[in-house]
């Protein structure tokens, strides 16, 4: 667990990367961790997706699987493939502030 | 009289079963089970049938010689389940009424999800070792290949034993030393995991192992689709893998009764308390083995392991006593490597599998995480441990709670 400074506010993240506490979470930042994952500009299709992230874990606890996001939002996974290329789950959990979502065992 | 309904007599609902037969006061409680199909299969022993380890026979018995008077079998589909009414309704038309409710009706394969898949060349050059007729048809396809590009491939998880896929590569590399055509066959994994196995330390060691034997990890690969004609799998990112003979974990689902009756989640599991196996919608009605969406490996030990602490649970609980968060995610597999050789892993929820002895901390005999001859006997014998005792409902000599003990950190 590591403190980071991301658009201008310290949060603490893990080794990978994902925030600790989603509360820490802001707009301004999900935009910069999106450039670190090579999205360089993020589109009311790509916020559709990190809104419902957030309130999906919200309720639940913890991070939407790939197939609850194109369940829970009519998003194929080709066109989720192209809005967070390669991993799509993993890549909008980190971007909405959110922990990876869990490995299935 | 008061009425228990178990949907499912596989490893999980017969277990349950037999356990409450030894434990319940039967002029009490009327237990009845649900299940369409008459034969009990041993499903780890699907996984030997592709390389002629063992045959039809060794892995199927009839359900009746696992469940008898005073327990009721009643050989039928389920229809829907009421959970208001706490009804169950049949295929055959029947309607049972319940106080209690236990879904065990577990996970199956889905190949026809996967565009390409289940067309005219499934069964031919497309297979997988899921059931007990789809390994057979392996077994023959394999027995006359030639050789080419093997490639094997997971849809997505979770997946019914998460190292199965894992366990049929290393067997399939030692089966093409044994006939001489190793050298004729690539392997090729491709799995929507970002390395060999879920966990790290697992995946680790288990990746370095597969390098060893020359088979090649393609992963973060989320298959879109199968070419059969072409004769090639499409990930969506449009990444290709052309294959000679795919061996594919088709998508798993739980039963689709548990979606017509509005209990199930996206892939037809049961919501529940991870550490009580309640639903969450229903109070009286308890999901063990693969069909809840319980984050804990969707495998026979798993589910022995939380009936073993289920049982005095719920008779606690049916006097009025609160539950005990009693369940850890306890899972433990043995995985074959081949050879005459296999590893182990042991884990829960919280402590992901290491390195180590099982199950007497230094000693074993088995070793975590490590190849050893007496691991591949051990889960040859576990196939009588199962038909013998655990089906039963006898105590197996193994703690239901996993221990740090025998383990080292790495």
Redesign the interface.
Known sequence: MVAKTIAGKTVEVNEEGFMINPNEWTEEIAVEIAKEEGIPELTAEHWKIINFCRQSAGASGKAPT???IT?GTGVS??E??ALF???PAKKVARIAGLGKP???? | MKKLVILGAGTAGTIVANRFKRVMDLDEWQITLVDPDPIHYYQPGFLFIPFGMYTRKDVIKPKRDYISAPLTLIQSAVEEVDPVQRLVRLANKQSLSYDYLIIATGTDIHPEETPGMAEHEWGKSIHSFYTLDTSLKLNQMLHNWEGGRLVVNVVENPIKCPVAPLEFIMLADWHFHKHGKRDRVEIIYATPLPGAFTKPVASRLLGELLERKNIQVEADFMIERVEPDAKKIVSYDEREIEYDLLVTVPLNKGAEFVARSGLGNELNYVPVDQYTLRSKAYDNIFVLGDASDAPASKAGATAHFAIDLFTENFLRYVEGHELKPYFDGHANCFIETGFGKGLMIDFNYEQEPLPGRYPLPGIGPLTLLEESEFNHWGKLMFRWMYWHLLLKGMEVPLPSEMSMSGKRLV
């Open positions: 790939l197939r609850q369940v996974t080709k989720l493939f290329p390669k991993g869990e490995g299935c065992v």
